[in-house]
């Protein structure tokens, strides 16, 4: 095992600004992905490589007889999916193949075809080689995710939940549409389960955020015209609005999964993680958010990331119990009491830690989540070594 960090070698550019700084003829440590040394063989063919791993590279036999024991090189393998990738999706390479004026296209989309290939092969399938496939992607989704993620103060990365099944004709649908582009206006990057419903509405804003008011609501007319997924031209209109309100400066991040496969992925998320293994992805949300959790309206899926939540805010995974923020007062008090159910928890000290609050207002929880922030950088604040003082400098 190597003893030092891999260094990322993405492309040929970047393997041609290795070679002209080194100093002798041995590579070591770097990770090459996805190139093909072919186009550069000429420059690289007396190069020797140690403590290198290379992911589904073109490797000519000369270079490859320059490759010592202490590498690691990983095949090409025959899936339609890119198992080895340093980038995120993003709408157009996750629907890559469709064509909005075409509805049939959308069957041999890649996502369509990774989807196709994974219910084929089965959700728990035990082919070795297809369940190394997945591991591989979703692990090179994760790699990427985080280097997203480490562009942002962990404190300004907040989830937003709820469930698939909001239409974009429903009230709560256009709410959160104006919290997803505050909070993102506000520094936040808003990250959610990366479907329809209550997460395309959180995206939505986002990705209209820095615009007018009449924007929004313009491209909440658009969408409208297919309130549900299930709707043929849900994924058409969605492409529509991208196309006439293009966003160059706000990111979200979207955490879709083929395992509900059949809910196609929201696009206004800027950067999608999409993952094979559900449960990787499940906890992985609530992991990366910790600046706070929103819960919109939701069912299962969202009772179950409540809990997950919970427990990790109970035993301080992240050293703090970040904020669980109930959105919709009579949805969490009446048609799902889980919010009084949670308060009674820490009554008799079932959970401990929890920051709980119930808001049906939209800068209500800006302001928890800003109050959060400013707690925990005052702690560290606090928590600072003092300088010894000259005494000197007093007189």
């Not at 919290?179 to 419903?197: A, D, H, M, S």
Request: charged share 25%; glycine share 6%.
């Amino acid at each position: 095992m190597t003893k030092y960090p891999l260094k990322d070698i993405d492309n040929i550019e970047d393997l041609e600004r290795l070679l002209k700084v080194k100093k002798d003829d041995i590579i070591v440590h770097c990770v090459f992905n996805t190139l093909d040394f072919f186009q550069i063989y000429k420059q690289i063919k007396d190069f020797k490589f140690s403590d290198c791993m290379f992911l589904g590279c073109e490797i000519p036999k000369e270079v490859k007889d320059n490759i010592d024991q202490t590498c690691v090189i990983f095949p090409k393998m025959n899936v339609p999916y890119r198992i080895y990738t340093s980038e995120l999706y993003n709408p157009y390479s996750l629907y890559e193949g469709y064509d909005i004026e075409d509805y049939d296209t959308l069957a041999t989309s890649y996502d369509k075809r990774a989807y196709q290939r994974y219910i084929a092969k089965g959700k728990y399938g035990r082919d070795i080689y297809e369940t190394l496939a997945r591991s591989i992607h979703d692990h090179a989704i994760t790699d990427a995710m985080y280097d997203l993620i480490d562009q942002y103060d962990p404190k300004m990365v907040v989830a937003i939940m709820g469930g698939h099944a909001i239409l974009r004709s429903d009230l709560i649908y256009r709410r959160v549409v104006y919290l997803g582009k505050l909070l993102t206006e506000k520094g936040r990057l808003i990250v959610t389960g990366g479907g329809p419903g209550a997460m395309e509405a959180a995206h939505l804003g986002a990705w209209m955020a820095g615009r007018s008011n009449w924007e929004v609501e313009d491209a909440i007319s658009m969408v409208v015209k297919a309130p549900s997924y299930r709707d043929r031209n849900w994924l058409k209109t969605a492409f529509e609005v991208l196309e006439k309100y293009p966003q160059t400066q706000f990111r979200s991040l979207g955490v879709p999964t083929w395992f509900y496969g059949h809910e196609p992925a929201c696009i206004f998320s800027t950067h999608i993680a999409k993952y094979f293994a559900n449960s990787i992805r499940e906890d992985g949300i609530i992991t990366i958010a910790h600046g706070g959790i929103i819960y919109t309206p939701g069912s299962a899926g969202t009772m179950q990331e409540i809990f997950q939540d919970a427990a990790q805010n109970h035993y301080f995974m992240d050293d703090e119990s970040a904020p669980m923020i109930f959105f919709d007062t009579d949805y969490w008090t009446n048609k799902i009491p889980v919010y009084q159910f949670l308060q009674d928890c820490l009554e008799i000290k079932s959970y401990a830690n929890l920051r709980l609050s119930l808001s049906d207002d939209i800068e209500e929880v800006y302001r928890i989540l800003e109050e959060y922030v400013k707690m925990l950088e005052s702690s560290e604040e606090s928590n600072k070594p003092q300088m010894a003082q000259n005494p000197l400098s007093q007189r």
